[in-house]
């Protein structure tokens, strides 16, 4: 990784962020020969797959005059910047100074590059210097599950609120009437228990009931383990009993569908959501029955989570009026705090 220029202007400050990992599209969306514009924690990036099939990032700055090399274009698997022509090799290396092409490049001649990582199906970023590893997701390498990646989601809101939002059972009722609750007769949600540990912040179940719980389009009991793995990426396992259209389980074999749900955190107040949808039920429904519901799902999500103010989400309790069924939401907040997070946070 390249040290940043002083002149390069730093929203995101935190730690904690800077060494954390971010999806940034799908691995299906960079293609070779292509240079793709990413932004992420307020910073404008390029990314681009070299011929022996590597994804790279960069910040989107040519180190000799400043401009974008997101309007370049790739030539014998080099980046070649819009403004000089000047050629970055896949280690960021100036290997050509066109107006000076018998020179070797000065060693200061280099892109600023960026740690990337391809895991479950997505293109990974670390923007700091002391990356960890990237959560797990145990579903990914079980054979039994299926899975299926859905969106992207655009939010026009804040990635901490969507996250809580993910981790929330009681707007089931209300934003998704007919599907995963019923606003006639929403759930009462039993007091169950977050603990704040190595994996995050985790929940006992929490049981709803849900008309058309999942892609089979059949009603479900289903019980919800929630995870905050990191900051801006989530996780649920649900265990499902199937269910009469009364809520009463029909009968005791449990299937299982859970979701890892990402965060690319665009700025404080804009992000895209990503999911890997992962199912052991029968019938297995297809790709796009999966897809089709995550779509309606996650865009009546996107809606109320943009009408949310503040736009930053307030981890100091005091700020909002909390409930004892929006426990996770607390803890989670809280953990936000002792993190010492305070981009896109009041």
Known sequence: MSALPETLPTVCEDAVLLNDWFPVGYASDFEKGQITPVRLLDRDLI???????????WEDLCIHRGARLSKGCIRDNQVVCPYHGWRYNSRGECTLIPAA????????????????????????VCLG???????PFPEWDDPRFQKVHCGPYAYAANGFRAIENFVDATHFPFVHAGLNGVMENPDEIAPYDVEI???GVVSSEVRVFQPWGDARGIPVVGFYTYKCLRPFLAHFSKRILKADENGTPVDDDSEYFATLFTV?????????VRICSATDIT????????RERADVVFNQDREIVETQRPERIPTQLRHELHHRTDLMGQKYRTWLRTLGIRYGTL
Do not use: N
Request: include cysteine.
């Open 47 to 57: 990314a681009w797959r070299d011929d022996g099939g590597a994804v790279h990032v």
């Open 101 to 124: 092409p018998r020179e070797t490049p000065m060693r200061k001649a280099h892109a600023f590059t960026h740690h990337v990582k391809e895991q479950y199906g997505f293109i990974w």
């Open 129 to 135: 210097t002391e990356p960890g590893e990237i959560a």
């Open 197 to 199: 540990g190595e994996e």
């Open 264 to 272: 690319q955190p665009l700025s404080a107040t804009e992000c895209i």
């Open 283 to 290: 019938p297995t429904p297809t790709p796009d029955a999966v």
